[in-house]
């Protein structure tokens, strides 16, 4: 991966999963073709099904410049369109971008240098949230808070150092081949198992904070409490997937769904003091949007606490209502892995799963 005066820098294939993105895809693509990174680049468009214009969006950057092309992800899932995108690409290094992600300037040059020191199988860094109005302005400050994610580097920075896991992710494509790519059950948290399987088969994931992709957030509040809901339900299918890889960050939203249902519960029924939880809860996001908050207007400002609660319970529910027979649909399929030709790997299925859904 290093490159020698003699060697040019690796060839990098963009890989992106693109499902109602007209707002922001042009935008998106045009940060990849500006990178300042002199290797050879290509783009992989996986187009889903979309309701707007994305495809005719598509179509356009397609005509435009010769290094972009499309290939059809019908079913519109996530993973799907990664792996489809991945068969469809052919350099060394893949690196993933949503359609809603804007790459800094020197992402690409960086990341290929982090993958050349560490030795690193995938890297990736902060996950830089910015809002285009209160609302959206009010979750960016939600996602990259402590309060609102935990200690999760990716969201709220820190030190370069080995992780769990990364925001997207700057790979060797032979990381991606030896683990069949992203596990297409995982219709979320598709991320976090495939980095798992990295690491459980001895491969080094690497946080970096000098990797930023700016992000935009959901632009409503039921579809910022659909988004986390669905982060939650899935995160638990991993958990039972994958034993021993759940930790006590990720129970703290169902804990607390669970105490103020509680406390509301008892303060209803039985006696005022229930109330001190759900009050409690209410009093520490209020606190923890202040610091959060700072530098933003009012408006913004005032919709912190609803965005917090949004995203922890909507996670929590979704964690406590995951269904049983989900994870246990995950673990029977086992689909063969896929390479970049497109056939079956010899490893043939994801590595590592329980044999009971728990």
């Known amino acids: 991966m290093n490159a020698s005066p003699e060697q040019p820098p690796p060839a990098v294939s963009v890989i992106m999963p693109v499902l109602n993105e007209e707002r922001h895809l042009r935008a998106s693509v045009r940060h990849i073709l500006q990178q300042e990174y002199p290797g050879e680049l290509e783009v992989v468009i996986a187009l889903g099904p979309s309701a707007d214009r994305t495809d005719e ?92 994610v935990g200690n999760a580097a990716f969201h709220t920075g820190g030190e370069a150092a080995p992780a769990e896991t990364v925001y997207l992710g700057v790979f060797r494509r032979e990381a991606l081949e030896r683990q069949g790519g992203y596990n297409e059950e995982f219709i979320r948290a598709q991320d976090w198992e495939l980095n798992f ?85 209410l009093a520490a996001i209020t606190a923890g949007s202040l610091p959060a908050g700072r530098g933003l207007p009012l408006a913004a400002r005032l919709r912190i606490p609803v965005a917090l609660a949004t995203m922890h319970m909507s996670w929590g529910w979704g964690f406590l209502t995951s269904p049983r027979s989900l994870a246990r649909k995950v673990i029977a399929s086992r689909r063969p892995a896929v390479t970049a030709e497109g056939e079956p790997s010899p490893a043939g299925k994801p590595a590592g799963p329980a044999e009971t859904a728990g």
């Not at 079913?75 to 893949?94: C, E, F, K, Y």
């Not at 632009?219 to 021993?244: C, E, I, M, N, S």
Request: overall charge positive; glycine content about 10%.
């Open 197 to 281: 399987r990295i690491r459980e088969a001895g491969g080094l994931i690497w946080f970096s904070p000098e990797l930023r992709v700016s992000y935009r957030p959901r632009p409503t509040v039921r579809a910022l409490a659909r988004q986390y809901k669905d982060y939650g339900r899935w995160r638990h299918v991993v958990a039972r997937y994958h034993r021993g890889s759940i930790n006590l960050r990720y129970l703290a939203p169902p804990a607390a769904v669970l105490a103020i249902a509680a406390g509301t519960v008892a303060g209803a029924l039985l006696t005022p003091w229930g109330l001190v939880v759900p009050a409690g809860y």
């Open 57 to 148: 969006i598509a179509a356009g950057l397609v005509r435009e410049d010769p290094r972009v092309r499309t290939v059809p992800n019908p079913t519109g899932r996530t993973p799907a369109a990664l792996n489809a995108a991945i068969r469809a690409s052919r350099h060394p290094v893949v690196v993933r971008v949503d359609g809603h992600g804007m790459l800094s300037p020197d992402y690409i040059a960086t990341a290929v240098r982090l993958l050349a020191e560490t030795g690193a199988q995938n890297v990736g860094g902060i996950m830089h949230a910015e809002g285009e109005n209160a609302w959206e302005q009010a979750v960016a400050a939600a996602m990259t808070s402590r309060i609102g």
